[in-house]
């Protein structure tokens, strides 16, 4: 499995960017897809993430009404879109599948996703 993550950049604060995360070497069927973020001397935290098998998606309270996670089945593309960006948001965002779909209490622990994508980096500055 491989993920492919993409549209990271340079965004004035209150501006918009989508990420995009390709998912290749399987079929999507139950896997939970997620979008975490690390910034600089942080931990990685989570943002979003959808099941792929029903679509149902979470998000972070910090980002909620701000960001949506979202899915495009024929492509196994999953989606970040970010609106109302603030300083705080930048940071290096990874997607990341888990092969199984997970119940809620597992949904933002690091730890049971199997695969991770190498990282895009959101700098949200004027």
């Known amino acids: 499995v491989q993920l492919q993550a993409s549209g990271g950049g340079l965004v004035q604060p209150g501006g918009s960017l989508r990420l995009s995360c390709a998912a290749s070497g399987r079929t999507l069927n139950r896997e939970t897809l997620g979008w975490f973020r690390q910034a600089p001397g942080k931990e990685r935290e989570w943002v979003a993430s959808?099941?792929?098998?029903?679509?149902?998606?979470y998000h972070a309270s910090a980002v909620k009404g701000r960001f949506t996670i979202s899915r495009n089945n024929a492509e196994s593309t999953v989606y970040l879109q970010m609106n109302s960006l603030k300083s705080e948001d930048t940071a290096v965002y990874y997607c990341?599948?888990?092969?199984?779909?997970?119940?809620?209490?597992?949904?933002?622990?690091?730890?049971?996703?199997?695969?991770w994508g190498q990282g895009t980096l959101v700098t949200v500055s004027s």
């Open positions: 990341a599948m888990s092969s199984l779909s997970l119940i809620y209490s597992e949904i933002a622990t690091p730890a049971r996703y199997d695969y």
């Open positions: 959808i099941r792929w098998s029903g679509g149902s998606t």
